[in-house]
């Protein structure tokens, strides 16, 4: 078991004692994917510590996700995997995963004890207008070195700096009266961001933020819209790329470099989730639910449906229901 720095030990104690919520999925995610959240206008941020009661319920149909505004979390106990579009790793107590808008992501295993403190806030908090400068604050997501993982390791070079500023900000977030505290707190999360970004970065001073963000954004909400409309019709890339206002090759890298996943694949997983919907709730044929999904027959579905959930889709059926019954 590694050593903790003493920073990470009285950082994770001080958050396990604060108040939590209980958070799940259900519901929460849209047909396109998109986890929507509000900020406040004063100060948008959000500092969530978080439990995960229902947790196996997360890990599963509809729980890959994004959205538009930047996020980071501090594992406070248990130990999970996370992926975000082609990145896969382990987490653990102390670590701190750095989260890419508009990436596809989410945990894809977790222990029963694993609680979390999650940090979500918009560019316009750190860059309100689109100066180089301020743009720096955000290299950790913005600018990450080539080839490194999104997360910083408890110990790891840099990773007081970012505990002593993260614990000052809980500090006064979690404190007995907030009332006053908007300037510190800022303060402190910009200290957070820069020692993320000087442990995280590629340390390129000359490079920015993406200055096509808003417009990539737009494109995507317009793709993921065609998606969810007419994923059960027989849908083509170029049919979505029109939708997004772009040519198909310049459509498939946007989507790839955007999402961290191929067209073919969102598509596949949308219509398999969609079917595994259809097997819990209803008890049509496997013949008529991959007709309502988009697949081209039967054998197509369960070809899908078994290299994802690793069995066909009336063992899936019966799995289900026995769990509920039981």
Known sequence: MKTL??????????????????????????????????????????????????????????????????????????????????????????????????????????????????????????????????????????????????????????????????????????????????????????????????ALGSGNTAATAPHDRPLREQRLRRALDHIALHAHEPLTQPAVARAAGMSTSRFRQFFKDTTGWGFAQYLRELRVERAAKLLRDTDDSIATIAHMTGFADQSHLMRCFKAKHGNAPLAYRRRHRDQVSG
């Open 5 to 198: 720095p003493a920073i990470t030990h009285e950082l994770l104690g001080f958050l396990t004692a604060q108040p939590h919520e209980v958070f799940g999925l259900a519901g929460r995610i849209d047909s396109r994917r998109y986890l929507a959240r509000s900020f406040s206008e004063e100060l948008p941020l959000l500092l969530c510590h978080q439990r995960y009661p229902g947790y196996r319920r997360m890990v599963g149909e509809n729980w890959m996700h994004w959205h538009d505004y930047y996020e980071c979390f501090l594992a406070l106990s248990g130990h999970g995997e996370f992926q975000a579009g082609t990145d896969r790793f382990l987490f653990g107590p102390g670590d701190l995963v750095v989260v890419d808008p508009l990436k596809i992501h989410g945990v894809i295993g977790m222990e029963a004890a694993h609680t979390a403190l999650v940090i979500l806030f918009p560019a316009h908090l750190v860059t309100p207008t689109p100066a180089r400068l301020d743009q720096g604050f955000l290299a950790a997501w913005d600018q990450r070195r080539p080839a490194i993982l999104p997360v910083l390791r408890a110990g790891e070079e840099g990773t007081p700096e970012v505990h002593q500023a993260l614990l000052d900000l809980t500090h006064l977030w979690f404190g007995e009266s907030r009332a006053g505290h908007a300037l510190g707190m800022k303060l402190h999360f910009l200290r957070l961001c820069f020692h993320l970004g000087r």
